[in-house]
């Protein structure tokens, strides 16, 4: 409930296609760190399905985002979590796990979309995180997931 209350009240989650600001800021904010160089390959919205997490009273400020991609296959989906990235300034606060638990929400929707669509089918469902995320994020997103897919598995 807190998590849900504090992200009403300064934290929304939208799709890049919806931004007010560019990659290239994107890309350039990120290069003044050597050390997050490795994030600006994932800003490519042709391959990768980009969500940023922005402040909704000034939208053109981004707390951080992450980049999906899918992979269909025969029998099921793989879903690929490429990265998730929090922005240095807002590392120490709430807004990390945050992101993790919106990001978890958003990787059960998959999940249910595919449930749903082959419940006469063997599923080979599976989520890969391919950029390292803390073990505190890492254990946010499996708690959403957990919640989500919990609840999915009661409505069967």
């Known amino acids: 409930e807190a ?31 050597p050390d997050n160089k490795k994030y600006t390959e994932f800003l490519d919205e042709d391959k990768y399905e980009l969500y940023f997490f922005i402040n909704p009273f000034e939208p053109k400020t981004w707390y951080g985002f992450f980049a999906l991609s899918l992979d269909d296959v025969v029998a099921g989906s793989h879903i690929n979590l490429d990265c998730m990235y929090v922005r240095n ?29 082959n419940t006469d089918k063997k599923l080979d469902a599976k989520l890969v995180i391919k ?18 897919l919990f609840n999915q598995q009661d409505t069967l």
Request: glycine fraction near 6%; charged fraction near 30%; hydrophobic fraction near 35%.
């Open 3 to 33: 998590i849900e209350n504090t992200k009403k009240n300064w934290m929304n989650l939208i799709p890049y296609q919806e931004q007010v600001f560019t990659l290239d800021s994107v890309r350039k904010h990120l290069e003044l760190n």
């Open 89 to 117: 300034e807002y590392r120490e606060d709430n807004r990390g796990n945050i992101m993790a638990y919106e990001i978890g929400l958003i990787i059960c929707d998959f999940f249910k979309k595919v449930i749903d669509e």
């Open 131 to 148: 950029l390292g995320l803390s073990e505190n994020h890492r254990a946010t997103i499996n708690e959403a997931l957990d919640k989500g």
